[in-house]
Structures are given as structure tokens and as C-alpha cells.
């Protein structure tokens, strides 16, 4: 080797003899000869955007130069130009690959370090949200609570563009779905997220612009919801006057391992040594110290922040459509929720005194905040809801309309079913008829906004309209979806024709489940 | 220890004819005293290691593709073993079943963890290719203590005595009875699980994570145990067909049968031993599929640097028990190389005994002896046999590819299509 040089100096041989040997010999530590000079182009995700610090020492250990681009989508489509994929997460990558049905197996993969999607809260909110959860240990039920009575607003970044907000979007989701394990599609086949999104008043297209406009108003909301480490490095960032309380949902999170993918197989070489590089002890330690990630290992020690058990790990989707159903119900986070006008047509017949409006007041109180399970948090009225009461015998006793603004618009619409008095008729065509006229007015009012109608009956019909005379007057108007819970001697066969032609579907009340669960049952398919 | 058949290394005496021929100066530049104690240095560390071995002459780089086994080949003295004989394997790391169904091109040899990716691979390879068993390993589960416990209390498992009555690292599972609880969709604080661990709570569903199904041969295994327990421990597709006509398909019927069992855990992980091992295990996932292997090696690793048992990990032992045998298969003549030394070197199969496998020796028909007295020796709890021997009778491997395929949805395969 040294023969095909002319010496330089006398010593000239002798000193490229002894660094070659010693290059040799410490070949798996250092000395990264110019020979072995590599540049992999990466696409990684914007929350990976603070490795830069670590990525010299990587080149000058390594020989790997990593020339990143913080751009990725969470399906990563523009990778067809890059070496290597580093995402926060390659699920929606690997859905995508599934749902096109592309052969073969997954990249090459390896977990680069972990952090899971949380809430921070500033510190009155922590403690609000604290005092009304169980144990004072919050869920994202208890956050969808306070969101949907106004006594929360959060940001979170656009679950269309984000890996970040995708995650928060499928972990609040699992949690409202309340099943305990992955969601399916039946589970996402109404939007449970109504009253949760009704809380959400900032977003952005990364963390990083949510956390900016968070940080020039931080008087707009009082909690952002992104990984865990984002919410460290921003409390460690000195750009809070103070600092963020952390709170991992009881319910359990949804985990990012940042892994680091191989798209390209041919640079294989390079990429065992950036992987073994970044497993390192050394460079997790750095990487937990400048990016308040999880070490993906065992047995490296932590830093304080990083002590705290992450909570029970979500399992996540295995079908694209599950996602993209979420991603569609949830749409545009900029724009706020969709305020719903919900119309109740309920039945005041006297066969309904005794047990059976017992269970619907108790129904009605449990949708206005009182029941405190999981799904009822979820299921909730939430603050922008417009309701309507109808109250109906043989013909429509009252009415009343109440946009959700506080417990005072939940409290007029509980003393109306509240009332006592009873007829002795049911026209459940002419209730359903009238429920049509109040939906044909809120359209015309605002087209953009969903209206239903929820019908709830106990008797056959006796008085008002026929069922024909009800369809022939139903031609030609548009279609309100209607949802009737048809309970003791309701017409059930005639009910769900009428459900049918609507879009909408009956639902059992008795004897599977209570009117409640009925209730709650059709919250967001409406 | 040092190679003593091993001659100077060339490299080393050249430097010293250059220095000859100059006749006698001594005056070196710093640059030359800066490298040579960093030579000698480096010289005496490789000494000391053993890797003194011709650092020029040619090392023959193999290329293998290898799923978990792969733990043995990163494993440094393992490194150290095969340096000796001038080899250093370059790992790509996939899953057994992708080993079967992706190219070869590039690779000396494959590392698949089971039997049917390596017959799959082996029906692939036209010619006759050489090939190494070296080492079987149980399928397990492994869990937490207080999990473990959850199990028993909920009458389906039961913990194996540990000596001295310490708090024991292995149970033994009833398959059939906690499939049931699997099935029955209950959560783990259901079965008693908040209770057991005061002061937390788990309201997820009882189920196993398994790394991917279509991917993996533990996955592929798990199914082969969850398939022949729910066939009333038979094989899928060996029941003599009473009503052919009838009876449809009874290999996807099992698929069928098993699907929402294994399909519970939503997206599959990529690799789930190593979030297992990972400080986040316990609340990545109560249940996960494991080898054996791969536990017993965490617990030596563990012992030595703690000197002491990690007994918040624990495995469950399922009842039947499947048994997995990875297969080494050369692909071309460098890969030759290296399945017969896997063959004939006492050292390396040594060496899997201290990384957990359980090793068949010429002349032994028990492979766990050895790996016990290892265990005893390093002060590690010794797994006792199950008294129910039952063993999992595998699918044929085209009944396991139609459950495979079935359960975990497998995008088709476009076999040898790498343009």
C-alpha cells in the first residue's frame, strides 16, 4: 500500500504504516478514513428536526453523513428519492403499504427511541382537570369532558399532516371507542370526538407551529396535547413563563418509536453503522439529555423528567380505513367542531309515566354531564350544540331550542322533560312530521350545519297524520337522518322504514340496554 | 486467548525493513510518534482479545439475512469466534417468513428462526444447499410479575416452585383456558389485575402481542399453538373429512376461528422482544411472544451486571409447548463456510448455550442439560419441564400458509420479482 506513494519524507512510510495499522486496528472505534465517506439522504418526520446536534459527531464517527430532510407526511409519500425514512412513527407508512397491497415485506426498521403522545397543561388546568377525574388521575374522557363544557381549550397539530397529531387523534379515539383494545371499524362508525374537538382552539401543520402559536398567546389555550418530548424540551426551552404540567391519560397513550427505516437495501452497509451508532449508550444518552426521547433500550439511567412510567401503551389500527375514517370525522382542526343541531322528539303518552321517564330524564341527565362514565364523558352535549326538545302526546306539547353555551342551557332543556304532564294520545307521524319542519328551518338558517332527528316512543300511533299521509308528505323534502328508539309497543317495523329512508337506523333501547346506552349509542352518527 | 498458530502479521515487519534500509536514523517526526503507541496499543489490545489474527489478511465478509436469531451473531464473543476464522457476518435484519419470500440476491446465507421459513426457503433453492440446525428454543410468553400473578389468580397459570422459595421467574400456562379469557374479551382489571398491583390499573383488553404475523416465525408459531388448541389439539387440516362437501374449508375455518384472538392487538409490532427487554416493556405490553433464548440471555446479562434476577420479568410456559428450531442455509459457497462451522466448532455451539438456546449434541437426547448446569452456574432459576408434555403438532406447511395468510390479511407475495 504504502509502495505505490512516493515518499514524502524519510519517515514518510513508516508513518502511514503505523496510522494504516492503527486505522486497522481501531477500525470498529474511530478513525474514519476518507475511503469509507458516505451520505445517505434521509426524509424523517419535523419532530425529528432536534437530532441535529448529534448528527457531526455521527458523520465523524461513523463516516455516515446524514443529509435529512425534515419534511415527511406520515404516509411518507415523497420517499422515492431518499436512502432511509425517519419518522416518529411508520404505522401510517406500513397502513399505506398494506392497503396498496405492495409484496413483499417491511423496510428494515429498527427503534431509535420512544415517547408517547400527551397532555401538558398549564398549571390551573392540570389541577382543574385533576379535581374532576377519578383518583385525580385524568383520561382523555375526563379531557373530552372539559373540553366539551367549556372548562378546557387545547391545541393539537392537524392529525391530516402530523405524525404527532395522528397519534393524539387515534389514542383519544381508542379511548372514546372504550373497548380496551385496537379500534375496528365498527367502533369509528360515528364520530365520538365531537365534544372533544369542541375544546380545540389552536392547531398547526407540525408541533413545532402549534407550540409557536402557543407561545405567542399563551392565554388562548390551556393545554397542548403532543409527545412527551416536545412537551419537556418546550418546558426546558425558556420560552414559558411557566412551565407545562405533564399528565399521561389513565386511559392509556399512544407510543412514537422513531424508528429508522431502510428504503433503499443497497445502502445497507452505511446504515448498520448510523443504527449501531445511534443505539450506542453514548449517542441514546445525548439524545435523551437534547431530546427528551426514551432511551429504546434497557438499563440506561434517566433523567428525572423521564422517570415517570409512560401509562398503558394503546394498540393502534390495523386497517388504513379505520384511520382515514377518523381523519375525515375529525376533518379540518382549524375550523373547530361541527356545531350539530340535534332535534329530541319524545314521547309524553301517559304509558310513558313510571319507569319509563324515569329512564329517559335520566338519560337526558346523563348526556348534559352527569353520567361520568368514559363514554358518557365522550358522549356528552358539548359547548356550540344546538338541541331541540320537542315534547309530544297527540299533538306537540312544547318545544324549546337552546344553543349550548353553559349548565344554564342544560338545565332549561332538563326542567322541560322534567315536566309532568302527560296526554293520552300518541301521533308519532305528526311528532316526526314537526321534527322535519324545525331540520327544513335550521338548514335553510345554516346549510353547512348537521342536523338529525333522535325519536323516542312507547305506543303505536293513535292519533295526528297516518304513516302514509307522513311519507306522501315527506316526498320531494330533504332527507333529515332519523334515529328512533322505539321502546315498549312502539311500531318498530314502521319505525325503521322511516329510519331507512332517512339514512338514519333505529335503536334497541330494551331489553339489551338501557335508553341511555341508546342514547349514546347514536351520539356522533348523527 | 492468543492464536498461537498464527504468524506475525505482515503488516508489522514491513515498517521495520523500511526502517533498515534507511541505516540507522533515529530521529522520527511527531507524526510517527504519535502512531506508533496507538499501533502498538491497538497490537497489544488485539493480542489480549485474541483477534491478533492477520488484521490484513482477508476477511470474508458474509451477508446473511436474519431475523431474532440475530442475537447470536451480534452477540461480541460470538464476533470474536468467527473473526478467528476470518469471517465477519453483516446482518440484515427481517422476519423469517420475509427472509422466505424476498430475494436472496447478495446474501451468502439465511437465518430463518423456524422450520417452515426454512422450508420455504429450501423448496425455493433448486440445487441442494448445505445447511446447520445448531440450536432449538421453546416459543414463550413473556410477561410481569404482576400480570403473572393476575394469571394465576385467575386460575389459567401456575408459578413453577423456585428454590430457596424466592419469588419464582417461570410459570406454567394453561393455553386452552386463557384463550378463553382472551375470547371472552375481558379486560385485565377484570381478571383481578388492579387488585393484584395495588395502585394501578389496566383497563386494556387481556390479549398477546405478537411482532407480525405475516412476517415473523414467532407470530407464525404462536398461531400454529393458538390453531392446534382450538382444534381440540389437533393440526389444522389432518381431521379425516367426514362430510367433505359439507364441511368447506376446515384449515381457514380455524383460521376463521382464531383471527379475532390474534387480530385483538391491532397494528403488530416490529420487533416485540426488544420492546419487551426495553425499560418501557411493561407498559408497552403485558403479554408478549418471546423465545426462550431471548430470555435467558436477558437474565445472564441482567445477573451479571446486577448480580442479581430481573424478577419483574417472568415467562409463561404455554401448555402444549412449541418448540422452534432456526435453520442456517447457505445460499453460495461463503455461506458454505459458515454453516460448517457452525457445525464443527465446538466453540460457537458452547457459546449459544450462554445466549440460552437449547443445543443438541451427537450422542445426548436431552438438550437441556447443559444449558441447566449453565443456568445453575450463573445463579439463574432453572425452568422445570411442564408435567403436560404435550407438544404442538405444526400444521403441514401449506395448511400454516392459508392460516397465516388468512389471520394476518398478508399482502400477496411477489416472489423473485427484485428487478
Redesign the interface.
Known sequence: MSGTRPPRGRNGPLAVCMLLLACAVLAAGGCSGGRDKVTLRVLAGPELADVRPLLKDLAHDTGVTLDIDYTATPDLTDRASYDLAWPASDRSFLLALQAARQGGARPESTTIMRSPVVVGLDADAAGRLRARAAGGRPTWADLADAAADGALRFGMPDPRRSDTGRAALVGVATAAAGTGDALRVQDVSCDRLRGFKSGQVLTGPTTADLIDAYVRRPDRADALIAHENELLALNAGGRLAHPLTIVRPEDGTVLSDFPLLLLDPDRHDAYRKVVDWLLGADAQQRLMRITWRRPAGQDLPRVRELRAPIGNALSYPDRRSVVDRLLADYGDPARGATSDHVVFLLDFSTSMRGTRIAALRSAFAGLSGADRTATGKFARFYRGERITVVRFGGEVLDERTVTVRGQRDLDALNSLVARGDFANATAVWSALDHGRAVAARSLAEDPGRPVAIVLMTDGANNAGISYAEFTARAAGQPRTPTYPVPIGEADTAALRRAARDTGGRTVAAAPSSSLSDAFKEIRGCL | MADHDTAPPT??T??RL??RA?GG?RR??W??LV??P??V???V??TVTGNALR??DRIDVIDAKMASKSDYFKDPEVQRLLLKHGIRV??????S???A??SFEGMDVVFPSGQPAAKLVMAREQRSVRSARPFVTPLVLGTFRDYAQTLVRAGVATPQKAPGGGPTLYYDLRMDAFLERIEA?R?WNDIGYDQVARGR?????V?VRTS?V??SNAAGTYLSLVAFVRNGNQAPGTQPRTRPEAAGDPVLAVADDIKPLI??????A??QA??Y????G????PVSVIYEHQYLAHQVAHQR?HHEQDTSRVLLYPTPQALTEPELIAIDDRGNELTDLMESDPELRRRAIELGFRVRFSGEDGTSAQLNDYLRSRGIQVPTPNPDRTKVDAPDLDSLERIINRVG?C????KE?QE
Not at chain 2, 263 to 268: C, I, W
Not at chain 2, 282 to 285: D, G, K, R, V
Open positions: 503488516t508489522v514491513e515498517p523500511a526502517t534507511r536514523r522520527h517526526p507524526h510517527v502512531a506508533a496507538l499501533a496499543a491497538g497490537l489490545a488485539l488484521p490484513f453483516d446482518i440484515h435484519r427481517l422476519g417468513r420475509g427472509i419470500e424476498q374479551r379486560t390499573s389496566n383497563s386494556g383488553r390479549l407480525s405475516c412476517e387480530n385483538l392487538q391491532g397494528m403488530a416490529d420487533e426488544d420492546s427487554f426495553s425499560d418501557e411493561e407498559n408497552i405490553a451486571r390479511n399482502p400477496l407475495v411477489q420479482t
